[in-house]
């Protein structure tokens, strides 16, 4: 029974069919066409291949459905029927060009003049049925080639599938339209998501014609225009891959790994070798997919690849499930759906048996058909994605039929002479006038381009931490993304959303360095030194008296430091000080004391108290160089820097040029020279003070004494350690400037020193002085090299103060100790020693002074030495 039912189904349908065995015939009033992809794309020479159960057959009987629910409805076109010729079109752009011509065949004028029966009489043509529109087709390729050939005979077409920007150029595709949103508006979602994930640095994939070309350009334009996103590599996939072809794209997208997206438009077959092609090479889990509607919520693609897979997130129109279609559909069988003449080509398929058809040889590998198995019962069932829009693309031509019929034929039942034949420019007015609710209850209308709205589900495939493994619904879009990134999860359950970034942002502190021609990539280069952040882009000096923050970010005041009273650098320097001061006093007090004693008259009372006084501010000006620099504190600085020493060289060059002067005076006479009272040696004093006086107050006048901070001194390498100095205005030059009279001075009496070093040992303080400025030269030529050898330090200030303090309490150590330490000593201990002797006028003196050059003379020539004469200390 069921072979007689196959021949019976099979025959009957040829006999309808005539010369179109490929297609299917519903009798109608008006005849709509439709193109379905039944068959998948055959091998090489062969049009078609394999059947597909989903995009074919279920799209298919979505029309058929959908005619059946239009005819039997009072209300949508009443007393017209609307038939249909379908076609497959074998998802080959090419072939369903061909089959796309039996819509044009009653439009196309045929000269049959010369042809005649064998009687002589012409022969009688059937002439073919007109479709006034066409329904389909699904690929975006197959669409713009029908296109192109209904726009030459004016035949609307409306797709439930193809979503290629190009096809809404309406210069070209005028009567092309469709219920689906086209990719531009898909690539913007699909830009919105990557943006959304925190993405900037993608791959994009694409099958080879209009679908896959033109979404990826789709994206590529609306990402450009958007910015902050950038295309590591864009891959095309031939239409007749190579062996190792895959494996060769996966290679090519490692070579920018950071790029972890993969922005895929392409088709099932395409997609599934893809992510074969990554397991393969233990990949599983670096690339996050972002798939197109050609991915959508299908399982076919990702099959024994779910791990893969998993992750992808995809994009669909917004759907959903008719369930008055799944009633019709389930409740097909090969009794109630003779109409479909694939329909058993589907059975077979779908429920792994064989029918016995004539001339076929029966598979023993495989069951046999029973003819009473039932969808959704014995095999697995869920209405295919685009079900609704394929309804909906049928009830657009209704409608517009609808409203030309009430406009052209108000009066009349059926088909007027104004609808018979149906105007194609004018339906497609009408087609896009369309405003209705469609089958899933949201609106179905057209933009000026004849397409959709966009309306998309956003789907992610998750394996773990799931109880319920598959496509999850994690947003909508509609003009805007609305996206539940906390419902993500990715490889492994892991619910953060992994980075797919050419460059990770740089830490604070860090300006990026762009990569020539590549705005998602940079290098991270630190803004060191002094530098801060100015902006992402670009570091930017702090200012002199600043230095950048921790994090550099921006900039903070530099710390203001002076020499502390409790640094080891001041300790040393007061210490000595301290000893000067106290040592200095005693003296002071011992000679007032002892002030008309022997020998303290025979020092020179006078320059005595002078030079001491002259000590006393060398020890002081440590103080004024230690405390915090001020006004009044600077100009005392300038005041007491060189005074100190000035008095002290001064009171010593006017002793030592004295004692010269009279020793000289004796050898040429007897008279005394001038100025040796103790009147003259004290105005002498003053004059040489009055010079260093006269030079500070001028100083005085032309820089008024005041504080700097310099932020040049400590300023190190690493601005941690930077600081500013607060310090008077006394530049090293200016110091130096400040001490080199009294370095004249003493230079003076040195030479002085030399030149009395023959004066008997007995006579005056000749001797003492002379090792005094010795000495003194040996301590200020030792501090030259240590002040100006550590003007590169960043301990500078700290150096040089304590050295030029400690080198100046040394020299007026060695004055004190070498003059009157001794003296002190005799006057507090060996009193015996500290009394008058016979004063001698200057005529004695220099008779016995003159005596005694000439008997050392005469040693020096080997005569022999005669007793000497002792002088004593009186002046």
């Not at 600077?634 to 060059?653: E, N, P, Q, V």
Request: a neutral charge.
């Amino acid at each position: 029974s069921l072979a007689f039912l196959w021949r019976f189904w099979s025959n009957e349908t040829w006999a309808q069919q005539g010369t179109q065995p490929h297609s299917i015939k519903i009798e109608g009033d008006i005849t709509l066409g439709g193109l379905f992809p039944v068959h998948s794309r055959g091998p090489a020479g062969v049009p078609c291949g394999e059947i597909k159960r989903e995009k074919g057959i279920h799209r298919m009987e979505a029309m058929l459905y959908a005619l059946d629910q239009i005819n039997s409805d009072p209300d949508l076109l009443p007393n017209i029927t609307l038939g249909a010729r379908i076609l497959d079109t074998c998802s080959r752009d090419t072939y369903a060009l061909e089959q796309s011509l039996t819509f044009v065949q009653a439009l196309i004028q045929k000269d049959n003049s010369d042809v005649r029966c064998s009687n002589g009489e012409p022969p009688i043509i059937p002439k073919p049925e007109r479709v006034v529109g066409v329904i389909g087709a699904s690929g975006s390729s197959v669409s713009i080639m029908v296109a192109n050939v209904l726009r030459l005979f004016a035949i609307p077409q409306i797709s439930y599938a193809s979503t290629a920007p190009e096809l809404s150029d309406k210069s070209r595709y005028e009567f092309f339209s469709r219920v689906v949103p086209p990719d531009s508006y898909q690539a913007q979602a699909m830009v919105d998501i990557v943006k959304a994930m925190g993405w900037n640095y993608v791959s994009t994939l694409a099958s080879e014609g209009n679908y896959g070309e033109s979404g990826v350009d789709a994206f590529l334009q609306i990402s450009r225009e958007a910015g902050g996103l950038c295309i590591a590599q864009s891959i095309k996939i031939p239409r007749e891959p190579k062996p190792g072809g895959f494996d060769k794209i996966i290679k090519r997208l490692m070579e920018t790994s950071n790029a972890r997206g993969v922005i895929i438009f392409a088709n099932e077959d395409d997609i599934r070798r893809v992510l074969e092609a990554a397991k393969r090479v233990n990949l599983t889990g670096h690339f996050l997919f972002v798939g197109s509607d050609s991915w959508g919520a299908k399982s076919s693609p990702i099959l024994d690849q779910e791990d893969v897979a998993e992750g992808a997130v995809t994009i669909l129109p917004k759907r959903a499930s008719i369930d008055g279609f799944d009633n019709y559909f389930t409740s097909r069988s090969l009794e109630n759906n003779r109409r479909n003449i694939w329909f058993a080509e589907y059975w077979e398929d779908d429920f792994k048996c064989k029918l016995t058809r004539p001339g076929i040889k029966y598979d023993l590998g495989r069951r046999k058909c029973t003819g009473e198995e039932r969808i959704a019962q014995e095999s697995q069932y869920e209405q295919e994605g685009k079900v609704q829009f394929v309804i909906d693309a049928v009830y657009v031509m209704a409608h517009a039929l609808h409203s030309m019929h009430l406009d052209l034929c108000p009066s009349s039942m059926g088909v007027c002479e104004k609808m018979d034949p149906v105007e194609g420019s004018k339906l497609l007015q009408y087609i896009r006038s369309v405003n209705f609710n469609g089958s899933a209850g949201t609106g179905v209308m057209f933009n000026e381009n004849g397409d959709a709205p966009g309306r998309y589900d956003i789907f992610q495939f998750q394996l773990s931490n799931t109880t319920n493994p598959g496509y999850r619904c994690i947003g909508q879009w509609t003009n805007h993304l609305r996206l539940n990134v906390n419902e993500m999860q990715w490889s492994g359950g892991d619910s953060a959303v992994p980075d797919s970034v050419c460059s990770f942002p740089c830490e604070l502190g860090e300006r990026k360095k762009m990569v020539k021609g590549v705005p998602c990539c940079w290098h991270c280069e630190l803004c060191d030194g002094y530098q801060y952040q100015q902006d992402e882009l670009n570091c930017d000096m702090c200012p002199f008296d600043m230095r950048p923050m921790p994090n550099r970010t921006g900039c903070r005041s530099t710390p203001i430091i002076k020499l502390e009273w409790s640094s080891p650098w001041a300790i040393i320097p007061v210490f000595l000080a301290v000893l000067g001061i106290l040592a200095t006093s005693g003296c002071i007090i011992t000679f007032i004391r002892f002030n008309d004693s022997p020998i303290v008259r025979a020092s020179g009372r006078e320059l005595s108290y002078v030079l001491l006084t002259g000590i006393f501010l060398i020890y002081l000006i440590t103080f004024l160089m230690i405390a915090e620099p001020s006004a009044p504190v600077c100009a005392f600085r300038r005041l007491l820097l060189g005074l100190g020493m000035c008095i002290t060289y001064s009171a010593m060059l006017t002793k030592t040029n004295r004692i010269y002067r009279i020793f000289e005076q004796g050898k040429k006479a007897v008279t005394p020279p001038p100025f040796i009272s103790p009147a003259s040696q004290l105005i002498i004093t003053f004059i040489l003070i009055g010079v260093q006086l006269l030079g500070v107050f001028i100083w005085f006048g032309v820089v008024p004494p005041h504080t700097i901070i310099d932020y040049e001194e400590q300023r190190p390498p690493n601005p941690e350690f930077a600081r500013g100095v607060l310090k008077c205005d006394m530049s090293d030059l200016a110091l130096v400037l400040c001490l080199s009279y009294s370095i004249v001075l003493m230079v003076t009496c040195t030479v002085y020193a030399i030149k009395s070093r023959g004066v008997p040992e007995t006579f005056n303080e000749a001797k003492p002085i002379g090792f005094t400025m010795y000495t003194t030269c040996i301590v200020w030529l030792a501090f030259v090299p240590i002040f100006f050898g550590t003007a590169q330090s960043t301990e500078k200030m700290f150096i040089q103060t304590t050295t030029l303090t400690v080198s100046m309490s040394l020299s007026a150590t060695v004055s004190l100790g070498m003059l009157y330490i001794p003296k002190v000593y005799v006057i507090i201990f060996h009193p015996e020693q500290n009394v008058q002797k016979r004063k001698k006028s200057f005529k004695a003196v220099a008779s016995a002074v003159t005596t005694q050059l000439s008997q050392k003379e005469d040693k020096q020539n080997g005569e022999p030495k005669s007793s000497a004469i002792v002088p004593d200390r009186s002046q």
